[in-house]
RNA sequence: CGCGGGGAGGAGCAACUGGUCGCUCGUCUGGCUCAUAACCAGAAGGUUGCAGGUUCGAAUCCUGCCCCCGCAACCA
């Protein structure tokens, strides 16, 4: 029986366009999905949306002179626009300013307070504006946050619900040392010594006079919700959690094999306090979280006073999805930051998509049919032995590796074709010749079809051409110095 | 002693469970001509940041030091 895949990216804050670090996060999302859903035939379930609370949106808004649900309603589609910028294949898209959505994070504080997990304290300490939190005495660096070391924190005093986090030390230390709890490895144990060195019970809500921007907490109306934990239910609640009318949160949730992706600096969120938050309110734990890396630029952080902002739009517009898609998912590594630099995309796009793989199916498909070959009926590729390195790279999450492969299978291919000369072969042996080009023909079969996760559109284009050789066009025209 | 990542041939990376330093791009030479000035072969190019130590043997382990990057905003 087929398994239900589900997978989920982190919800993007909306209070800027698109980072090509969220590209890389959902275009690997992406090919994860689609590697389940079209390679291995099973349902598969794909979530992202936006995270649209909190302060930072509700400070962006004011600036803007808007209210807030109208700017976000702004940006929102923003986000959306990278499904056909970026070719995804998501089947569900959340905001957290969704109705269902504001419902279900309130249930799940019911139950984590029904628990006994969640608890009213005042509170009197430094806060940084920056993270929405409470900064302890150890956290200060030089009296400051160390997140935001030119940000004042603020002297506060509030009452507060707090989440007894400190509660579920043995818990996630059981839960994390299962290796598939967090891909790559080095991350789990990150996260392994993160609870190690102690938990302490985390905010959970905000006074409403401060800020009113959020999901109401259930049964206190002077209390809102502290962004990350609404944000974080959006994993459930874009399910149809808890009622599940449905049926998809039993199928594909509680059933199914539940993937979230994430950049590395999310480790608490996703492992530590999101996994707690829901053994507290009685749902199955994640099964895994995959990390990747950060993109940088130049060797450094993107930003816009440096002025190395990558926009992924751009790069997209310029020289197509499928060549955004292949730097991200092969070009950076899977789980480390990559240096993004226009130069070294252009290198990498000539060298692999135009000389690599656009001039193999195009030497391949134009000798074939000048002499007549036909592609021999195709099929039968999920279960092709030949494949198998390629199926265990993707089932380990390894994108990279696996890409490694199919371009190892194409320079094979070239290196084929030097030996065996089809080209000059047909004159003296054309029987020995087609049998060669068959072969060819396959082998490109077979490329296209491990693309299909990776490069779809492409991977449309190549058995497209492989049907109509006549009318085969470059697949990537090299790009000019 | 704030935390973390890293220093490898011109560039980007693999090897980091100790045992001939590998790959890609670029460069040079040769081959080929089916193909998108593409493809194939070969070559040049590194005492693996520095200094010690452990070891028969270290890029890989230990110690000290130097340098770069991220940890403010925009932002993943």
Known sequence: MKKNFYITTTLPYVNAAPHIGFALEIVQADALARYHKELLGEEVFFNTGTDEHGLKIYRKALEEGKNPQAYTDEYAPKFDKLKSALNLSYTHFVRTTDRHHVHAAQELWKRCATRGDIYKKSYRGLYCVGDEMFLKDSDLVEGKCPNHPTMDPIEVEEENYFFKLSAYREKLLEHLSKNETIIPERRRREAIQFVENGLDDFSVSREKQRLSWGVPVPGDETQVMYVWFDALTNYISTLGWPEDAEGSYKKFWENGVVVQTAGKDQIRFQSIMWQAMLMSAGVKTTDTVVYHGHIISGGQKMSKSVGNVIDPFEIVEKYGTDALRYWLLREAPTFEDGDFTLDRFKES??????????????????????????????????????????????????????????????????????????????????????????????????????????LPETSEKITGALQHPESVQPLFPRIGK
């Open 349 to 454: 796009y000539n060298a692999n998509l135009a000389n690599g793989l656009g001039n193999l199916v195009s030497r391949v498909i134009t000798m074939a049919s000048t002499n007549g070959v036909k592609t021999p009926g195709s099929g039968g590729l999920e279960n092709d032995p030949a494949l198998v390195p390629f199926w265990k790279c993707l089932d380990a999450f390894e994108i990279k590796k696996a890409a490694d492969y199919v371009w190892q299978r194409i320079a094979d291919a070239d290196k084929k074709i030097d030996e065996t000369k089809p080209f000059k072969l047909v004159k003296e042996n054309p029987e020995g010749a087609k049998k060669i080009l068959e072969e060819l023909l396959a082998e490109v079969d077979k490329i296209a079809f491990m693309l299909k996760p990776l």
